[in-house]
């Protein structure tokens, strides 16, 4: 009879820990230690710097830049993973925007530029974040489940035990 029990408690404890269990998925936040690239200042006008900067890479890694598609230089990381570029806009892209793209093959990040003429207004497009999606599901309501689990098991347990020296 205690094996039957015993039986039927794991297979219940197997079945209600599957079912609880969520899969991955894609989750957006800060997962600490993440790649940036960005803009320092994002909107110039022809003539005018921005400074481009990444950090978060692999360390004194080499780190391909492109613009809108186009190779524009590589740059060897720090220790730190970082490293900072200046880039000086000399004419106006046809939709006022470059899109800056840096990989280091691990990590491939965008940022986004807007050119301005003086006598020209646009609307910039919503800014990258620079970071990257987090994978994975938050399971603290599993491991509660988990620990619920493993209280009735111990329970289980020890009702048994008493039980049979009882008898």
Do not use: H, K
């Not at 794991?10 to 957006?28: E, H, V």
């Not at 986004?112 to 620079?130: H, K, M």
């Amino acid at each position: 009879m205690r094996r039957v029990l015993l039986v039927v408690t794991t297979l219940f404890s197997i079945a209600l820990l599957g079912a609880l269990a969520s899969p991955a998925s894609a989750q957006t936040g800060d997962y600490g230690g993440g790649a940036t690239l960005v803009c320092a200042p994002c909107t110039i006008f022809v003539g005018e710097n921005t400074t481009v900067t990444g950090t978060g890479y692999l360390p004194n890694a080499t780190v391909t830049l492109t613009i809108d598609g186009e190779f524009w230089t590589t740059v060897v990381t720090d220790d730190t993973g970082s490293f900072s570029l200046p880039f000086r806009a000399d004419s106006r892209p046809a939709d006022g925007f470059l899109t800056f793209v840096g990989t280091d093959g691990t990590n491939t990040l965008t940022t986004v530029v807007e050119v301005l003429d003086r006598s020209t207004t646009t609307t910039r497009p919503a800014a990258s974040s620079g970071s990257l999606p987090r994978t994975g599901s938050d399971a603290g309501g599993l491991v509660r489940v988990a620990v619920v689990v493993l209280v009735l098991g111990a329970g289980l347990v020890l009702i048994s035990r008493r039980t049979q020296r009882a008898s």
